[in-house]
């Protein structure tokens, strides 16, 4: 019985690694596609102000950010709202 059971587990052995090879026997290279398409894409953070006033009423401010057409566009708005008063 013992060696009905280990010639059963042999014959298990050899059919399962059969079906695991190639039966064509050539290796395949993998294919790797590059999409121009797809670019990472950074997430718009608005500028940072920060708003300052002195003792004489005067204003000034730091602005940071990434963007530099936002930055001059929020400086200009700035300018034109508080030197306005």
């Given at each position: 019985?013992?060696?009905?059971?280990?010639?059963?587990?042999?014959?298990?052995?050899?059919?399962?690694?059969?079906?695991?090879?190639?039966?064509?026997?050539?290796?395949?290279?993998?294919?790797?596609?590059?999409?121009?398409?797809?670019?990472?894409?950074?997430?718009?953070?608005?500028?940072?102000?920060?708003?300052?006033?002195?003792?004489?009423?005067?204003?000034?401010?730091?602005?940071s950010?990434?963007?530099?057409?936002?930055?001059?566009?929020?400086?200009?708005k700035?300018?034109?709202?508080?030197?306005?008063?």
């Amino acid at each position: 019985m013992q060696k009905i059971t280990i010639l059963f587990c042999v014959i298990l052995l050899l059919i399962s690694t059969q079906a695991c090879t190639d039966s064509k026997g050539q290796k395949q290279e993998p294919v790797f596609k590059q999409l121009p398409d797809i670019r990472e894409i950074k997430p718009e953070r608005p500028a940072k102000i920060k708003l300052k006033r002195d003792a004489k009423d005067d204003h000034s401010w730091e602005i940071s950010g990434d963007d530099v057409d936002e930055i001059i566009r929020v400086d200009k708005k700035l300018r034109k709202d508080l030197k306005a008063d």
